[in-house]
């Protein structure tokens, strides 16, 4: 921090009120490992910032804070109705205690507290307590007890069994400017107020210590002992209050046990230099703590960018792996098997056919000309068999490609969300075959405008007429995935002879250079309608990974809100 003239400044309170929006906007969906403890501790980052840092650079000469706080038992109602000199906050009898937090102010300081300045979460409540009290609201009690300038409040156990009270004391405390922890000898070594103590020690928030409830021939020694433990955790400067077992006088603590603590409290209440450098050290140690929580709330966003990275890539090579399949498919003679093959012998015969074809190609028109005109229904039958071929090459990869997806996503970080929140995402769309039966259709049209296209000329299109558009169209789609690759024995010399035969008659209507280029086009016009196919049901994937996914934007912004704050304190 700049020092006093930069604390609240505009650019540092702008900057802290950009980080807090960044925080506020801040989604981390996935359930990733450790995600659960980020959310946790993105909501006490934002609590902080609302309840302390943002109030307290906003209104610097606004009383001290102190905020009460211990665990169940610790005594810290009776010590500060003991502090002030009657009961102003109810101990608990039962344990938990489920009932307001209590604020207790100079009625001069009233205007400071009774708006939403700070804990702007919690209602307002005055009077005396009542049985429906919860956590969700604050007591205030004005009272000329307590010095203008300071404020107590008792804030619930920070171990209570009911985890709104254990959430609300964390809350309570992050708001404090000053940390004023009871504890017991019996129980002063506790995990639970240490984890607490070191927070505040990282964060340099000012502590003070009560060590309530001392037996007096051990005094010296819990004392000594405990100092220790907070030199330890680098609270060595905060000042320790003993109070020695003591029999309560109308449910208060004698006030010798407590004369020391009132009076300290008193001459910090008195002395606004004192009170400054309170607020100087926990705002200055809050703003520099800002730095490494939005730090592990910008690496809990990674991992939330980069688990739905995973996930739409995982997607995506499988999508990529289907595409690369179907477009083998029409290059390795896969789609000239069994159905169109048998269709294809329906009209040119075997070997003896092929030998005819080396000889001249003449037969093959006289040949396929008969074919169109005295058996159409053969051509249907074999358009039919293509049809149904390539159909079932695009299904088979598409299914393929989302069950694999389901499959990995399973073992993927946040994978398993996603396909328990959209079962459906275990296999292709809901209307994948209608959408391939339409996209064959659809691409056999391409076949025939290509057909008419290429005969504009009144030679062609003679030629054309004599064979039928249809039948040329049926042809080509052999041609375009006539390939001997990945057939053996037998199957090779029928393929092999498809080719030959479908290309000869293809030349002779419309010239070998045509027929190259018609086929290359059929092929990449297939190529791009199933690529558009499976970029939809990619899509659906990527989708289910948008509703949840974290972008790159907001860990951006978090980073530059952070340094901007780092800049300006």
Do not use: C
């Not at 300081?109 to 939403?116: I, M, N, R, T, V």
């Not at 098997?337 to 092929?354: D, M, N, P, S």
């Not at 769309?429 to 290429?454: N, P």
């Not at 558009?532 to 790159?552: P, W």
Request: no cysteine.
């Amino acid at each position: 921090m700049a020092g006093d003239s930069g604390v609240g400044n505009a650019r540092l309170l702008a900057g802290v009120a950009a980080l807090r929006s960044a925080v506020a906007e801040a989604t981390l969906p996935l359930e990733l490992p450790g995600a659960a403890e980020a959310r946790t501790a993105r909501g006490r980052l934002l609590d902080q910032l609302d309840d302390y840092v943002i109030p307290r650079l906003t209104s610097l000469d606004a009383p001290l804070l102190a905020v009460v706080g211990g665990s169940t038992g610790a005594g810290k109602s009776t010590l500060v109705n003991s502090v002030v000199g009657r009961e102003v906050t109810l101990p608990g009898v039962l344990r938990p205690t489920t009932r307001s937090p209590v604020l207790i102010h100079h009625p001069s300081d009233a205007a400071w507290f009774s708006g939403p300045r700070i804990l702007p979460g919690l209602a307002r409540i005055t009077g005396r307590h009542s049985s429906s009290d919860g956590p969700g609201a604050v007591r205030l009690v004005s009272t000329d007890e307590v010095a203008a300038g300071l404020a107590l409040l008792d804030a619930p156990d920070i171990d209570s069994v009911v985890e709104a009270n254990r959430g609300l004391a964390t809350q309570l405390l992050a708001a404090a400017d000053l940390w004023v922890f009871v504890t017991t000898a019996a129980r002063y070594a506790d995990a639970v107020p240490w984890e607490l103590l070191r927070d505040a020690s990282e964060r340099g928030t000012s502590v003070a210590v009560v060590l309530d409830r001392v037996p007096p021939t051990a005094v010296d020694e819990i004392r000594t002992h405990f100092a220790s433990m907070l030199r330890e955790q680098g609270l060595d400067q905060a000042p320790i209050f003993t109070v020695v077992e003591s029999d309560l006088e109308d449910g208060l603590l004698p006030a010798e046990q407590t004369q020391r603590l009132r009076g300290w409290l008193a001459a910090l209440a008195g002395d606004a230099q004192a009170r400054a450098e309170v607020v100087r050290q926990t705002l200055r140690g809050a703003l520099v703590s800002l730095d490494a929580r939005t730090l592990a709330l910008v690496e809990a966003s990674t991992e939330q960018t980069s688990a739905g990275e995973a996930l739409v890539a995982t997607a995506a090579a499988a999508y990529d792996d289907a595409r690369r399949q179907v477009h083998e498919g029409m290059l390795d003679g896969t789609l000239l098997r069994g159905e169109v093959l048998a269709r294809w012998q329906e009209f040119v015969g075997t070997g003896e056919f092929f030998r005819q074809v080396e000889s001249t190609v003449s037969r093959v028109r006289d040949r396929f000309t008969s074919f169109l005109r005295g058996e159409p229904a053969r051509a249907d039958h074999l358009g039919e068999a293509l049809q149904s071929g390539v159909e079932s090459l695009v299904v088979n990869h598409a299914e393929l490609a989302a069950s694999s997806i389901a499959r990995a996503w399973r073992t993927l970080p946040g994978g398993d969300q996603l396909l328990r929140a959209d079962p459906a995402l275990g296999r292709s769309g809901a209307d994948v075959d209608r959408r391939i039966q339409r996209l064959v259709r659809d691409w056999q049209g391409d076949i025939l405008q290509m057909v008419r296209d290429e005969g504009r000329d009144r030679r062609t299109t003679a030629r054309i007429m004599a064979y039928g558009v249809n039948g040329l169209g049926v042809v080509l789609m052999l041609v375009t995935f006539a390939s001997t690759a990945g057939i053996t024995g037998a199957e090779v010399g029928i393929a092999g002879g498809t080719a030959v035969v479908g290309q000869k008659l293809l030349e002779a209507v419309f010239g070998d250079q045509a027929v190259r280029e018609l086929a290359r086009k059929a092929r990449e016009q297939l190529a791009d309608r199933v690529d558009e196919l499976y970029a939809a049901e990619l899509a659906r994937y990527q989708g289910a990974v948008t509703t949840l996914q974290v972008d790159t934007a907001q860990t951006e912004r978090l980073s530059a809100a952070a340094a901007a704050v780092r800049e300006a304190r």
